[in-house]
């Protein structure tokens, strides 16, 4: 288990002014390799999913539960209820969209790609740059890089429509730009965890260095720690005396991020008292703001805190779900039946709390790492400790996948063939920084097993960053003469897969289920040995957390369904 460990991508690296809200509305917001021949009495092969398949709808981790309804909306103000929705009797000036604004956007992967390409479905006259020469190449003739839906059908729209370009000199966009979005990457730094900002460094010293028009705005969307934008902005303002920043951070989710960006739960801009930046934000967001989006005008402190807080507090909430699934373990209980019992409690709502195999991506692991760094440099990291511990009980959600895999395998995945449905860190995307599902399959593959992995879209990206993994062309190929399949990515393809069908292909009939993604009766009913975390089962507790095996008589079994 300790070589085990070593693999996963990702070990937390640590140990263990003035604020003005005025907002607007108060909107309430919502490979390749050949097919193994087929198992000994395998029959024909018949489709492995099924349209008519009943299987009811299931959610990502990062989703509702199923059986439940949205979130409520929280009626009052009190502390255990919801906060206050900002501003609600401020009328706001009415401002016509100013499509004459020329926007720029400084890096253009899923958070920049998706900023440029909507900036100029708005209406503006949008040039996207970026020093990855290959992508820009390819944006340039309307194709996405990254699997984003709806996006590629905008792009090739708002290319077509000349509003929309995309460069790999900054000094097309310079002095051409009025609006300057900063969209390149945070990155984990190496060592202690925090953000590495040389890309945002470099990104605004290179408009620096390029020269800017009088009056133009610089805003930060990057994920920074708190300080971040104080320091630019004095950098800028010794620089270009009358260039301004504005710190607009965002919280768009892959896979959904065309909507969230063009109807985004809140806008906040961090801004400082007297400029001009807020107006022009307003300017920049005037068809958003008026649809009833909620603005929070704040300085630029608060404006970095909000986005890593937002990102600690939905990381806490997985890994409190997850840390109840290992409880549930050990005392035979049924963390869906937990989740979904105190997800009707509104104060604690459903979202969110889907047990699994944690999270992942190219946020929430580093943006947590990086908010503890940056409080320990202010002399909070008390303040902070507790996310080493969501942290930990993520990546051992990861282990715990591995250890309940070798119990449903007898204790041992050496010389066993896996098929592993997924790769991106969550369905809808072909991203895979940081994913379990890929961290699961590596840490399986250097325990012996042969591992094939399937991914609707993320195999390519999987490829380039475990080239040792087999991949396969459909989930049927991958979980071709398998001992177990693991489904790590809730991916619709695999949720509405028939059990039956599937059946036929298989070595083994054991399904591991690492995100709660199946119907587990229809999969049992189908002579599929079902195995989860959190849930009764048909492996011990004592397989999945060593220091459960001397617990009391009666406890410690996952037996019972
Ligand atoms: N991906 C998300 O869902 C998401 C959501 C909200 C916030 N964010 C934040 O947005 C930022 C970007 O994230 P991402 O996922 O888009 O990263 P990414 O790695 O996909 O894209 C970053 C882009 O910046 C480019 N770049 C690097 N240096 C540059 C420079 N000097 N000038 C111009 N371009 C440069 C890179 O070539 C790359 O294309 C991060 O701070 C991230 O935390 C991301």
Known sequence: MTDTLRLFQTQPTRKGGDTVIRSSASTPSPDERPAAPPAAGSREAAPTT??????????????????LGQDLALPAFDQDRALPTFGQDLALPAFGQDRALRIAVLGT?????????????????VIGYDVDAAKVERLSVGEVPIFEPGLEELLRKNLESGRLSFTTDVSQIARWADVHFVCVGTPQRAGDGGADLRYVDAAVDGLIAAGLAPGALIVGKSTVPAGTAAGLAARISAAAPDVELAWNPEFL????????????????????????????????????????????????????LVKVAANAFLATKISFINAMAEICDVAGADVLELATSIGYDARIGNRFLRPGIGFGGGCLPKDIRAFQARADEL?????????????????????????????????SVAGRRLGVLGAAFKPNSDD???????????ALAAEGAEVTVYDPAAIPNARLRYP????????????????????????????TLDPAALLVHV???VIIDGR????????????????????PGPTSAADLLPEAADLPKGHGTRKGR
């Open 468 to 495: 040792t993994l087999a991949y396969a062309a459909s989930a049927r190929e991958a979980v071709s003469a398998a001992d177990a399949t693991l489904v790590l990515t809730e991916w619709a393809e695999f949720r």
């Open 253 to 304: 989710r892959e896979g959904f991020a065309v909507d969230d960006t063009l109807r985004p739960d809140r806008l906040v801009f961090g801004v400082t008292p007297g400029g001009a930046a807020e107006a022009r934000l307003r300017a920049v967001y005037a068809a958003t703001i008026e649809a009833g989006t909620p603005v929070v005008v704040t300085d630029y402190a608060t404006a970095e």
């Open 432 to 442: 895979i920084r940081d994913s379990p599902a890929l961290d699961i399959a590596a």
């Open 507 to 509: 070595a083994g009939p």
């Open 50 to 67: 099924a349209a008519e398949d009943p299987t009811p709808p299931v959610f990502s981790q990062d989703e509702a539960l199923p059986a």
């Open 379 to 411: 002399g909070a990291g008390a303040s902070l400790a507790f996310l080493a511990e969501v942290d930990a009980v993520n990546l051992r959600a990861r282990e715990r996948a591995v250890a309940l895999t070798r119990a449903a395998l007898g204790g």
């Open 516 to 535: 709660h993604a199946l119907d587990e009766r229809r999969w049992r009913d189908a002579g599929w040995t079902y195995h989860s975390l959190g849930r």
């Open 109 to 125: 992967g899923y958070l920049g790609a998706t900023h440029a390409v909507c900036m100029a479905e708005l209406g503006f006259t």
